[in-house]
Nanobody
Framework: QVQLVESGGGLVQAGGSLRLSCAAS????????MGWYRQAPGKQRELVAA???????NYADSVKERFTISRDNAKNTVYLQMNSLKPEDTAVYYC????????????????WGQGTQVTVSS
């Protein structure tokens, strides 16, 4: 069993910053790509940022140069530093991870956190 637990969401003023964390725990052999997604009311879930085990990153155009994704493989944790927040960043943010449970497993599985609310006021 694998669990992803997010933390760090909250209410901030436009222009402020937040740092989200997501820690994976349970039966884990290897974590490959990890990422952050978000879903605003009435909209589809979208990729915000992703990072491979080796550290390669990609970002949604709307958050480039404002958000930074990073990870600590030793802690099975991924972070999202969010700066210069805008009201349009308001959404529930979800952590995602591709995980292989054991050496004998033949594939990775996607796991999701419970989501953390980020609200940016104008």
């Amino acid at each position: 069993q694998v669990q992803l637990v997010e933390s760090g969401g909250g209410l901030v003023q436009a222009g402020g910053s937040l740092r989200l964390s997501c820690a994976a725990s349970g039966i884990i052999f290897r974590i490959n790509t990890m990422g952050w997604y978000r879903q605003a009311p009435g909209k589809q879930r979208e990729l915000v940022a992703a990072i491979t085990r080796g550290g390669s990153t990609n970002y949604a155009d709307s958050v480039k140069e404002r958000f930074t994704i990073s990870r600590d493989n030793a802690k099975n944790t991924v972070y999202l530093q969010m700066n210069s927040l805008k009201p349009e960043d308001t959404a529930v943010y979800y952590c995602n991870a591709e995980i292989r449970s054991s050496y004998y497993s033949n594939r990775d599985y996607d796991y999701w956190g419970q989501g953390t609310q980020v609200t940016v006021s104008s």
